[in-house]
C-alpha cells in the first residue's frame, strides 16, 4: 500500500453522494494496492479461473455517519485492475464500478518471519508493464488504533457513485490486518494513473504491506437518497 498526499479539492467533486471526504492531519489521502484474490468464491461457491488472482486499485478514503449515529469509514475505487475480462464487464455494468481488465502478473515469496522479502504487482498498460512493490523485513505487528496504517487499511465499507448519482455501499469484512510498517518502495505508474489522480507523480507519504486475512464481500446496499426540495 503506497500513499500520497492529494489536495482535498481534487477529491470532493468525487465523493459519493451521503458521504464525506476523510481527512487525516488536514491531509486527503490516496493509495495504490497491489493484492492477491486467493480461494475466491461467490455465494459460497468456488467459480472455476477466478479463485486465485492479482488485483490493483486506486482509492481514496470517505466517510459515513448513519443516522444513528454509527460512524462508518470506507473507501472509494478510482480505478480497479484485474486480469479477466467477464469480471470487469460485470463489475462496471452491473455496479458501475471502475475496473479495467489488463494483462497482470505478481512476485509473492513464501512468507518467512523475519526474512527480507520483495513483493510486487505488475500491469501491461500503454505498450509497457508498470509495477508497484516494495521490499520488507522483520515480522508484521498490528498497527495501533491511531497510527497512518490503521488509517488507510481498517476500512470495512465501499462506497460507489452510481449512474444515476445514487450511491451503493458495501461491507466488507475482515480481521484487523498486520502490517510490516517499514517498507522500501518501488514503482513505475502509467500515464492513465496520472491522469486519474495528478498526486501519484509526487512521493508517497508512506509506504506499508498488510498481511491480509479472509475478507467476505456483502451484498451491496444503496444509501437513501435525500429528498429534492
Same mark, same amino acid.
Given at each position: 500500500?503506497?500513499?500520497?498526499?492529494?489536495?482535498?479539492?481534487?477529491?470532493?467533486?468525487?465523493?459519493?453522494?451521503?458521504?464525506?471526504?476523510?481527512?487525516?492531519?488536514?491531509?486527503?489521502?490516496?493509495?495504490?494496492?497491489?493484492?492477491?484474490?486467493?480461494?475466491?468464491?461467490?455465494?459460497?461457491?468456488?467459480?472455476?479461473?477466478?479463485?486465485?488472482?492479482?488485483?490493483?486499485?486506486?482509492?481514496?478514503?470517505?466517510?459515513? /455517519?448513519?443516522?444513528?449515529?454509527? #460512524?462508518?469509514?470506507?473507501?472509494?475505487?478510482?480505478? =480497479? &485492475?484485474? @486480469?479477466? %475480462?467477464?469480471?470487469?464487464?460485470?463489475?462496471?455494468?452491473?455496479?458501475?464500478?471502475?475496473?479495467?481488465?489488463?494483462?497482470?502478473?505478481?512476485?509473492?515469496?513464501?512468507?518467512?518471519?523475519?526474512?527480507?522479502?520483495?513483493?510486487?504487482?505488475?500491469?501491461?498498460?500503454?505498450?509497457?508493464?508498470?509495477?508497484?512493490?516494495?521490499?520488507?523485513?522483520?515480522?508484521?505487528?498490528?498497527?495501533?488504533?491511531?497510527?497512518?496504517?490503521?488509517?488507510?487499511?481498517?476500512?470495512?465499507?465501499?462506497?460507489?457513485?452510481?449512474?444515476?448519482?445514487?450511491?451503493?455501499?458495501?461491507?466488507? /469484512?475482515?480481521?484487523?490486518?498486520? #502490517?510490516?510498517?517499514?517498507?522500501?518502495?518501488?514503482? =513505475? &505508474?502509467? @500515464?492513465? %494513473?496520472?491522469?486519474?489522480?495528478?498526486?501519484?507523480?509526487?512521493?508517497?507519504?508512506?509506504?506499508?504491506?498488510?498481511?491480509?486475512?479472509?475478507?467476505?464481500?456483502?451484498?451491496?446496499?444503496?444509501?437513501?437518497?435525500?429528498?429534492?426540495?
Amino acid at each position: 500500500m503506497l500513499t500520497f498526499d492529494a489536495s482535498p479539492d481534487a477529491l470532493v467533486d468525487r465523493v459519493p453522494a451521503g458521504t464525506e471526504l476523510d481527512v487525516r492531519d488536514g491531509r486527503a489521502c490516496v493509495s495504490i494496492v497491489g493484492f492477491r484474490f486467493q480461494r475466491t468464491k461467490l455465494l459460497g461457491m468456488p467459480v472455476p479461473f477466478y479463485q486465485d488472482f492479482d488485483g490493483v486499485n486506486i482509492r481514496f478514503y470517505v466517510v459515513r /455517519e448513519t443516522p444513528e449515529g454509527e #460512524v462508518r469509514q470506507g473507501v472509494v475505487f478510482l480505478r =480497479e &485492475l484485474v @486480469p479477466q %475480462a467477464a469480471m470487469a464487464l460485470l463489475a462496471r455494468l452491473a455496479y458501475n464500478e471502475p475496473f479495467e481488465c489488463v494483462p497482470m502478473r505478481s512476485e509473492l515469496p513464501t512468507v518467512t518471519p523475519g526474512a527480507t522479502q520483495r513483493i510486487s504487482y505488475s500491469w501491461h498498460a500503454d505498450d509497457a508493464w508498470r509495477h508497484v512493490g516494495a521490499v520488507v523485513s522483520g515480522t508484521p505487528v498490528l498497527p495501533g488504533t491511531d497510527s497512518e496504517e490503521a488509517f488507510i487499511c481498517a476500512r470495512h465499507w465501499a462506497y460507489t457513485r452510481q449512474r444515476d448519482g445514487s450511491t451503493l455501499e458495501t461491507l466488507i /469484512e475482515h480481521a484487523p490486518w498486520r #502490517v510490516w510498517p517499514k517498507a522500501e518502495p518501488f514503482y =513505475e &505508474l502509467d @500515464p492513465g %494513473a496520472f491522469k486519474i489522480v495528478p498526486a501519484l507523480r509526487g512521493d508517497p507519504s508512506s509506504v506499508f504491506v498488510a498481511e491480509g486475512s479472509d475478507i467476505t464481500v456483502l451484498q451491496p446496499v444503496r444509501l437513501p437518497q435525500k429528498p429534492l426540495r
